[in-house]
Protein backbone atom coordinates (compact mmCIF):
# COMPACT_ATOMS: atom_id res chain seq x y z
CA UNK A 1 0.00 0.00 0.00
CA UNK A 2 1.22 4.00 -0.93
CA UNK A 3 2.11 5.46 2.03
CA UNK A 4 -0.23 8.03 4.01
CA UNK A 5 0.82 11.57 4.64
CA UNK A 6 -0.70 13.91 7.22
CA UNK A 7 -2.33 15.63 4.55
CA UNK A 8 -4.16 12.81 2.88
CA UNK A 9 -7.12 11.36 4.08
CA UNK A 10 -8.29 7.41 3.59
CA UNK A 11 -11.98 6.71 3.00
CA UNK A 12 -13.86 3.35 3.27
CA UNK A 13 -16.73 3.46 0.71
CA UNK A 14 -18.96 0.65 0.83
CA UNK A 15 -22.08 -0.29 -1.01
CA UNK A 16 -24.06 -3.07 0.87
CA UNK A 17 -25.95 -6.03 0.27
CA UNK A 18 -26.63 -9.59 1.48
CA UNK A 19 -25.50 -10.74 -1.67
CA UNK A 20 -22.95 -8.76 -3.10
CA UNK A 21 -21.17 -6.36 -1.26
CA UNK A 22 -18.87 -3.39 -2.97
CA UNK A 23 -16.52 -2.10 -1.28
CA UNK A 24 -13.90 0.61 -2.48
CA UNK A 25 -10.69 2.48 -0.99
CA UNK A 26 -9.29 6.00 -1.87
CA UNK A 27 -6.76 7.77 -0.64
CA UNK A 28 -7.35 11.68 -1.36
CA UNK A 29 -5.96 15.29 -0.26
CA UNK A 30 -7.27 17.04 2.57
CA UNK A 31 -8.86 19.82 0.10
CA UNK A 32 -10.03 20.00 -3.12
CA UNK A 33 -7.88 23.01 -3.65
CA UNK A 34 -4.78 21.06 -2.86
CA UNK A 35 -2.86 19.59 -5.65
CA UNK A 36 -2.80 16.24 -6.01
CA UNK A 37 -4.54 12.79 -7.54
CA UNK A 38 -7.59 10.69 -5.59
CA UNK A 39 -5.67 7.43 -6.03
CA UNK A 40 -7.76 4.25 -5.65
CA UNK A 41 -6.42 1.56 -3.11
CA UNK A 42 -8.28 -1.07 -3.59
CA UNK A 43 -11.96 -1.42 -5.22
CA UNK A 44 -13.75 -4.71 -5.16
CA UNK A 45 -16.97 -6.52 -4.50
CA UNK A 46 -17.37 -9.39 -1.90
CA UNK A 47 -19.54 -12.40 -3.06
CA UNK A 48 -21.32 -14.12 -0.06
CA UNK A 49 -20.02 -17.26 -0.15
CA UNK A 50 -22.86 -19.85 -0.39
CA UNK A 51 -25.18 -20.78 2.24
CA UNK A 52 -28.72 -20.46 3.17
CA UNK A 53 -27.36 -18.64 6.72
CA UNK A 54 -28.33 -14.91 6.61
CA UNK A 55 -26.29 -14.41 9.69
CA UNK A 56 -23.18 -16.16 8.56
CA UNK A 57 -23.77 -13.62 5.81
CA UNK A 58 -23.56 -10.98 8.53
CA UNK A 59 -20.04 -11.91 9.44
CA UNK A 60 -18.73 -11.95 6.05
CA UNK A 61 -19.67 -8.49 5.78
CA UNK A 62 -18.27 -7.61 8.92
CA UNK A 63 -14.89 -9.88 8.85
CA UNK A 64 -14.14 -8.20 5.07
CA UNK A 65 -14.94 -4.48 6.11
CA UNK A 66 -12.86 -5.19 9.33
CA UNK A 67 -9.86 -6.69 7.04
CA UNK A 68 -10.12 -3.30 4.88
CA UNK A 69 -9.87 -1.60 8.36
CA UNK A 70 -7.33 -3.10 9.26
CA UNK A 71 -4.95 -2.91 5.96
CA UNK A 72 -5.72 0.30 4.61
CA UNK A 73 -6.18 2.37 8.47
CA UNK A 74 -9.29 4.60 6.65
CA UNK A 75 -9.98 7.82 8.56
CA UNK A 76 -13.57 7.57 7.25
CA UNK A 77 -16.28 5.14 6.37
CA UNK A 78 -18.92 6.39 3.76
CA UNK A 79 -21.92 4.10 3.59
CA UNK A 80 -25.14 3.55 0.93
CA UNK A 81 -28.00 4.13 3.00
CA UNK A 82 -31.01 1.61 2.28
CA UNK A 83 -33.35 2.12 -0.43
CA UNK A 84 -36.82 2.28 1.07
CA UNK A 85 -38.89 1.64 -2.69
CA UNK A 86 -37.96 -1.94 -2.32
CA UNK A 87 -40.03 -4.54 -0.21
CA UNK A 88 -40.06 -4.72 3.17
CA UNK A 89 -38.19 -7.84 3.68
CA UNK A 90 -35.14 -6.45 1.52
CA UNK A 91 -35.11 -3.64 3.36
CA UNK A 92 -34.73 -5.24 6.52
CA UNK A 93 -31.77 -7.45 4.83
CA UNK A 94 -30.46 -4.84 3.44
CA UNK A 95 -30.61 -2.45 6.83
CA UNK A 96 -28.72 -5.83 8.90
CA UNK A 97 -25.70 -5.81 6.08
CA UNK A 98 -25.13 -1.71 6.28
CA UNK A 99 -25.27 -2.38 10.62
CA UNK A 100 -22.57 -5.36 10.13
CA UNK A 101 -20.36 -3.15 8.35
CA UNK A 102 -20.99 -0.27 10.69
CA UNK A 103 -20.12 -2.21 13.30
CA UNK A 104 -16.72 -3.23 12.01
CA UNK A 105 -16.28 0.46 11.71
CA UNK A 106 -17.18 1.19 14.74
CA UNK A 107 -14.89 -1.76 16.80
CA UNK A 108 -12.56 0.52 15.03
CA UNK A 109 -13.72 4.38 16.81
CA UNK A 110 -14.21 5.65 12.60
CA UNK A 111 -16.64 8.13 11.76
CA UNK A 112 -19.46 6.77 10.06
CA UNK A 113 -21.18 9.12 7.31
CA UNK A 114 -24.45 7.73 5.29
CA UNK A 115 -25.74 8.67 1.50
CA UNK A 116 -28.47 8.05 0.09
CA UNK A 117 -28.70 6.80 -3.26
CA UNK A 118 -29.58 9.19 -4.79
CA UNK A 119 -27.79 11.59 -3.29
CA UNK A 120 -24.67 9.36 -4.53
CA UNK A 121 -26.00 9.71 -7.94
CA UNK A 122 -26.42 13.18 -7.78
CA UNK A 123 -22.98 14.29 -6.88
CA UNK A 124 -21.19 11.85 -9.18
CA UNK A 125 -23.87 12.45 -12.72
CA UNK A 126 -25.99 15.37 -11.62
CA UNK A 127 -28.80 12.83 -11.98
CA UNK A 128 -30.22 11.38 -8.75
CA UNK A 129 -32.18 8.87 -11.22
CA UNK A 130 -28.88 7.90 -13.23
CA UNK A 131 -28.47 3.68 -13.31
CA UNK A 132 -26.08 1.67 -12.17
CA UNK A 133 -23.95 1.98 -15.60
CA UNK A 134 -24.13 5.89 -15.97
CA UNK A 135 -22.44 5.55 -12.49
CA UNK A 136 -19.70 3.60 -13.55
CA UNK A 137 -19.44 5.18 -17.08
CA UNK A 138 -18.66 8.54 -14.51
CA UNK A 139 -16.68 6.96 -12.31
CA UNK A 140 -14.63 6.13 -14.93
CA UNK A 141 -14.09 8.98 -16.83
CA UNK A 142 -13.28 10.79 -13.37
CA UNK A 143 -10.32 8.65 -12.37
CA UNK A 144 -9.93 7.89 -15.85
CA UNK A 145 -9.70 3.71 -16.45
CA UNK A 146 -10.28 1.71 -19.05
CA UNK A 147 -13.28 -0.18 -20.01
CA UNK A 148 -10.96 -3.23 -20.33
CA UNK A 149 -10.35 -3.22 -16.17
CA UNK A 150 -13.26 -5.34 -15.93
CA UNK A 151 -14.96 -3.52 -12.51
CA UNK A 152 -18.02 -5.18 -11.22
CA UNK A 153 -21.17 -2.21 -10.26
CA UNK A 154 -21.15 -3.02 -6.82
CA UNK A 155 -17.81 -2.05 -6.64
CA UNK A 156 -18.00 1.47 -8.54
CA UNK A 157 -20.74 1.68 -6.59
CA UNK A 158 -18.34 1.93 -3.49
CA UNK A 159 -16.11 3.79 -5.15
CA UNK A 160 -18.42 6.73 -6.33
CA UNK A 161 -20.26 6.50 -2.52
CA UNK A 162 -16.45 7.24 -1.63
CA UNK A 163 -16.48 10.14 -3.99
CA UNK A 164 -19.62 11.38 -2.73
CA UNK A 165 -18.40 11.66 0.37
CA UNK A 166 -14.97 13.60 -0.18
CA UNK A 167 -16.80 15.85 -2.49
CA UNK A 168 -19.60 16.44 0.24
CA UNK A 169 -16.97 17.15 2.83
CA UNK A 170 -14.00 19.14 0.83
CA UNK A 171 -15.25 22.58 0.78
CA UNK A 172 -12.15 23.95 -1.24
CA UNK A 173 -14.24 23.93 -4.42
CA UNK A 174 -17.49 22.89 -5.70
CA UNK A 175 -18.57 19.59 -5.32
CA UNK A 176 -17.85 17.21 -8.20
CA UNK A 177 -14.40 19.48 -8.98
CA UNK A 178 -13.18 16.23 -11.01
CA UNK A 179 -15.49 15.70 -12.83
CA UNK A 180 -18.04 18.44 -13.38
CA UNK A 181 -15.17 20.37 -15.67
CA UNK A 182 -13.68 23.08 -13.22
CA UNK A 183 -10.58 24.63 -14.64
CA UNK A 184 -9.13 24.32 -11.49
CA UNK A 185 -9.15 20.60 -11.32
CA UNK A 186 -7.13 19.80 -14.34
CA UNK A 187 -3.90 18.95 -12.70
CA UNK A 188 -5.80 16.58 -10.13
CA UNK A 189 -7.60 14.83 -13.08
CA UNK A 190 -4.14 13.94 -14.85
CA UNK A 191 -2.62 12.78 -11.88
CA UNK A 192 -5.17 10.57 -11.29
CA UNK A 193 -5.43 9.01 -14.37
CA UNK A 194 -1.38 8.60 -14.14
CA UNK A 195 -2.36 7.23 -10.56
CA UNK A 196 -5.23 4.63 -11.86
CA UNK A 197 -3.46 3.40 -14.99
CA UNK A 198 0.25 2.55 -12.72
CA UNK A 199 -1.79 1.27 -9.92
CA UNK A 200 -4.06 -0.86 -12.47
CA UNK A 201 -1.36 -2.11 -13.83
CA UNK A 202 1.14 -3.21 -11.27
CA UNK A 203 -1.61 -4.09 -8.92
CA UNK A 204 -4.29 -6.14 -10.34
CA UNK A 205 -4.57 -8.28 -7.86
CA UNK A 206 -6.11 -5.43 -5.51
CA UNK A 207 -9.02 -5.25 -7.94
CA UNK A 208 -10.87 -7.89 -6.59
CA UNK A 209 -14.04 -10.04 -7.74
CA UNK A 210 -14.67 -12.53 -5.17
Known amino acids: MDGKSSNDRIILGIDPGTNVMGYAVLRCPLLLTRKGAVVPLTIGALKMKK ?4 YLRLKQIHDKVLEL ?5 PDELAIESPFFGINVTSVVKLCRAQGAAMTAA ?8 EYPPARVKSAITGNGRAAKEQVSA ?3 RILHFEDSQNV ?8 AIALCHYYETSKGLPSGAFGHGSSRSGGGRKSASSSWEKFAENNKNRIHKQ
Open 69 to 73: ITEYL
Open 51 to 54: TDSH
Open 152 to 159: PLDATDAL
Open 138 to 140: MVR
Open 106 to 113: LDRDIPIS
